[in-house]
């Protein structure tokens, strides 16, 4: 316990403490913006918090620290975190796969409510090759964690489409690599969800050269994402917009979706009541991301797509998510 309180505090100037009631864990802090188009973009004292399953933690959920992080590949610097998938352990390189949640300064995990609303976010694909998957999107977790022990501040009440905890509604915001992007909304009626999606793929929408290292969005450099919600009361639309370098791309739209499980509709619903931001980055032994960048869906191979090819041929891939805003259509990019 003593050598733990040492390197806290020797580390003290680069991860600060972000006090929560009943947890001890050290939260990197990450700030981000809430945002109207009367008063602007306020900043907001946000931390990330690792799932509370991250194998390469030694310390338990609820009680991590830096090195804690730092083990499963996470770090912060102002408004950026990164996340790497390989980390050094035991004398080995080995899959971290870490997967965060943006956490309020109350110790609950913030309630994103984005209907008729947009989140925008500058992100960095350079590093992530065919095969893995840097993703950022929302899930319709409880603000507490769902009552587990530790809470929302140990990393705690995870859920998803794909029932992975819990079935819960899950809006991908960004599924992505260098090669490829989709964005895919989830929704759940009950326990039953659609957990294939109704996404929206730019390469298997033709648009095969929209995403791409040196493409109309050149993924070889940083971009803004700007994901919009739109609809008064009732959900109608997603529309995506690129912008690098001062120029704005059409990114596409999604307007129809499976009404079996509520469809649009139902996740409006999601989106209104409020859901929390999740960010993970990973690949795929069974499929090798193909549903994501292969084929149809983009020009990735499978035999470059498998973990052990990722392994040896880009050890340091990781993905940067920076400048988080989210509020009134329109509000997050002014100025």
């Known amino acids: 316990m003593s050598f733990k309180l040492l390197y806290v505090g020797l580390v003290g100037s680069l991860l600060t403490s972000v006090a929560v009631a009943q947890s001890s864990e050290q939260h990197p802090p990450l700030t981000t913006w809430k945002c109207t188009t009367s008063g602007g973009c306020v900043q907001q004292n946000t931390s990330v918090v690792l799932d509370k399953d991250s194998k390469y933690a030694q310390g338990a959920a609820g009680s991590r620290t830096a090195d804690d992080y730092a083990a499963m ?36 995990y913030v309630l994103m409510s984005l209907l008729n609303q947009e989140f925008s976010v500058d992100v960095d694909y350079s590093a992530v090759p065919c095969g893995e998957n840097g993703a950022l999107y929302l899930s319709e977790m409880e603000a507490d964690g769902g009552g587990a022990s530790g809470g929302a501040a140990a990393g705690q009440g995870y859920c998803d489409a794909q029932c992975q905890g819990f079935c819960c509604n899950e809006m991908d915001i960004l599924e992505a690599n260098a090669k490829a992007t989709a964005m895919t909304p989830h929704a759940c009626s009950g326990s039953s969800c659609d957990k294939a999606g109704c996404g929206y793929n730019p390469y298997a929408s033709g648009q095969r050269g929209l995403w791409a290292t040196g493409g109309t969005v050149d993924t070889g450099r940083p971009f803004t994402v700007v994901t919009q919600f739109v609809g008064s009361g009732s959900l109608t639309q997603i529309t995506r917009t690129y912008i690098q370098n001062g120029k704005q791309t059409n990114g596409g739209s999604i307007s129809s979706c499976n009404g079996a499980f509520g469809g649009l509709a139902g996740m409006g619903q999601a989106l209104g009541r409020g859901m929390v931001l999740a960010m993970s980055i990973w690949n795929d032994a069974t499929q090798q991301m193909s549903w994501l960048d292969a084929g149809n869906n983009g020009p990735c191979s499978i035999a470059e797509s498998t973990p052990s090819a990722i392994q040896s041929q880009h050890p340091d891939t990781h993905v940067t998510f920076s400048n988080i805003r989210w509020g009134d259509i329109g509000s997050t990019t002014q100025g």
């Open 73 to 108: 590949g996470v770090s912060t610097s102002g408004d950026a975190v990164t996340m790497y998938h390989y980390v050094q352990s035991g004398g080995a390189l080995n899959p971290a796969s870490p997967r965060i949640y943006l956490l309020g300064e109350d110790g609950q």
